[in-house]
């Protein structure tokens, strides 16, 4: 594993140094640097250096952004709730009788003499309670996808999870490529600070012209632009991630290392057991269940167009009443069953007819789309491993390349030095490396941008999938 620099704040020393800058250039041209200028231009940046060692800096491992992600996001909150109102209506049974309780409280007559003066109101009270269920031959073959639906709710949450754990990742890895761009560019400042001054003894010296003083003056400044947008960059980046975790923004932030991908191999047998885990993720067996529950309403439907259906309706009622302090009782109760025929659906033309025959055709259409949603799955595996691939064929050349850069510029240095190179052959010389280091930078984090969606596909983390293409 190589861990990422861990030092202090990173924009203080660049910051402070800007400042240094200033001051000394404050009144006067910078070709009137003295030679002590130099030596408290270093003294300071020693010191900041220091100070940005030892200053604390909050440290976050993977694991813990992705357990953060899922206990703060919103989308996660929703989704629980959706699964668990979806459990509480799958959770309903057939068999649960419908229970009913009335009651009526008024005044009735008790009096049936037309006289109006004799006529009476007393008061009555009246209870009715009642239990009843319905059932039919078509609930208990539709209730099976109920299982089906349940599962697909909890894996339809569990993907939403794994969903979010994935984005986490990539943007985790985002930021770590971010930060070494923060250090490459420190690092290519500190570079062209030391070219500025050498620049300067060498001219001073007479052994350089004018121009290649200007120009690395102009690399100097181009060097602290490219700090500027890096940091810039790293920023917002971290305050995005900090805000999608929940968390305090943070300055600064120390991450796990970046795996190790040298030892990546991608042959057939590797590509056939990430194609098993395919085919036992979350996405495969939600498309499978749904093909499944399409079958069954298909069923069903032709079931309701062809064959007979049966019903059972039972109902029992309890009515206690009481007038005038006397108590009267009922006991209702009623059974049925009954049997429908539909004889339609061999009428051609009919509605039902055509039911029957749209059944079928909606088994093969369920039967397509999960062909099709594997077909893409694979599809989008075999397109990230081509991908893996290509960039791990190149990394070999962008090692190779850096080589000759080092080679390079050690021999325009060493020709500079002595006057037989300007000052924009050593700057070149010095990008080339630069860019040279940064490619192979790119190159490592692709690769691991992309195992990442790989393994938010298969239902699994970025180290399972390198730890599969390592064997």
């Known amino acids: 594993m190589q861990s ?41 940046s020693a010191f900041l250096v220091l100070i940005c ?16 992600a899922v206990e703060n996001s919103s989308t996660l909150k929703e989704k629980a709730f959706s699964y668990e109102k979806t459990m509480n209506e799958l ?25 109006l003066q004799d006529f009476v109101l007393k008061p009555s009270v009246s209870v009715n309670a009642g239990i009843s269920w319905s059932l039919s031959s078509t609930d208990f ?8 639906s349940a599962e697909n709710a909890a894996l339809e949450y569990k993907s939403a999870v794994d969903g979010v754990k994935n984005s986490t990742e990539i943007s985790y890895w985002n930021l770590v490529s971010l930060r070494y761009a923060v250090e490459k560019a420190q690092e290519n400042l500190r570079t062209a600070e030391s070219s500025l001054a050498r620049t300067l003894e060498l001219y001073e010296a007479s052994r350089t012209s004018r ?9 100097y400044s181009d060097s602290q632009l490219s700090l500027e947008s890096a940091k810039s960059n790293y920023s917002l980046a971290l305050a995005q991630f900090c805000q999608s975790l929940g968390i305090e923004e943070q300055e600064d932030m120390e991450f796990d290392g970046v795996p190790e991908i ?10 056939a057991l990430l194609k098993q885990m395919l085919m036992n993720s979350s996405s495969v067996t939600m498309a499978k269940n749904t093909e499944r529950i399409s079958q069954i309403n298909a069923t069903v439907n ?7 259906v049966v019903s059972l309706s039972t109902k029992l009622n309890y009515s206690p009443s009481i007038v005038n302090e006397t108590v009267t009782e009922n006991y209702t109760g009623s059974a049925s069953v009954s049997i429908s025929v539909p004889l339609d659906s061999y009428i051609p033309g009919s509605k039902q007819n055509a039911n029957v025959k749209n059944a079928e055709i909606d088994r093969q259409r369920a039967k397509l789309s999960y062909e099709s949603t594997v077909k893409k799955l694979e599809d989008s595996v075999d397109d990230i491993l081509t991908s893996v691939n290509a960039l791990i064929a190149n990394r070999g050349n962008l090692v190779s390349h850096l080589e000759y850069a080092q080679a390079n510029l050690n021999l325009v240095s060493e020709a500079y030095e002595n006057g037989y190179a300007s000052f924009a052959d050593y700057e070149k010389a010095q990008s080339s490396l630069s860019s040279a280091q940064s490619q192979i930078d790119s190159n490592r984090f692709s690769i691991i941008t992309r195992i990442c969606s790989l393994a938010g596909i298969l239902d699994t983390d970025a180290a399972s999938i390198i730890e599969i293409l390592e064997r």
Request: glycine share 4%; net charge positive; charged share 20%.
């Open 4 to 44: 990422a620099r861990k030092t202090g704040p990173i924009f203080i020393y660049v910051d402070f140094v800007k400042q240094a800058v200033k001051i000394m250039n404050k009144n006067c041209f910078i070709d009137n640097m003295t030679v002590m200028k130099r030596h408290v231009f270093k003294l300071i």
């Open 53 to 68: 060692a030892v200053a604390p800096v909050f440290s976050l491992s993977l694991e813990d952004a992705k357990a953060l």
């Open 91 to 115: 959770g309903v049974s057939i068999f649960v009788p419908s229970l009913s309780l009335n009651s009526t409280i008024g005044l009735v007559s008790v009096d049936k003499n037309t006289n």
């Open 141 to 148: 073959y539709g209730k099976s996808k109920d299982r089906l």
């Open 211 to 219: 121009l290649s003083y200007v120009q690395a003056q102009l690399s």
């Open 262 to 271: 040298d030892r990546l191999e991608i042959n057939s047998e590797k590509v």
């Open 302 to 308: 032709e079931m309701n167009s062809m064959v007979p």
